[in-house]
């Protein structure tokens, strides 16, 4: 995808979850902004790191009892649909992958390995679905 069809698919995202007026903290909305920018130039590791950071800023930003919790537990204790958890749950393993470098091993060439680009490019576009899912989860009129 180039920088205009990743845009569209944002804002299309948004049309789509956005059912009223949201308001969340300044951490998220400048968390946000990075999410935004990473996506549109196609940072997708990038994206997906930082709209876990996101999500989880959300989550512990809005009620005081998850500010202790880990993102699993939060997860797991949240209101959202058992595909959403899911689908929450595994963009943080990916995640995780990643930032603890599980993923380890020198033998692969990522860069030109069009498996890790098209993974990545297709956990890009969830994590910015499931952001915005979660950003939007508690609108108001």
């Known amino acids: 995808m180039n920088s205009n069809e990743r ?3 944002w804002m299309a995202q ?3 979850l956005l059912l009223g007026g949201a308001a969340f ?20 590791l990038a994206t ?3 709209s ?14 998850d500010k202790n919790k880990s993102l699993a537990q939060i997860i797991d204790e ?13 963009l943080r393993k990916y995640r995780n992958s990643w930032v603890h470098a599980d993923r380890i091993d020198d033998k692969e060439i990522l860069l ?11 956990m890009a576009m969830l994590s910015v679905k499931m952001l915005l899912k979660v950003l939007f989860s508690n609108p108001f009129v």
């Open 7 to 9: 845009e569209c698919f």
């Open 14 to 16: 948004e049309e789509s």
């Open 25 to 44: 903290s300044e951490w998220c909305t400048f968390i946000s902004k990075s999410v935004y920018d990473a996506f549109v130039n196609g940072a997708d």
């Open 48 to 50: 997906v790191i930082t």
């Open 52 to 65: 876990i950071a996101c999500i989880e800023t959300y989550f512990k930003t809005e009620t005081t009892e």
């Open 78 to 90: 949240s209101d959202f649909s058992e595909k959403d958890k899911n689908d929450l749950h595994l």
């Open 112 to 122: 030109d390995d069009t498996k890790f680009i098209l993974e990545a490019e297709k």
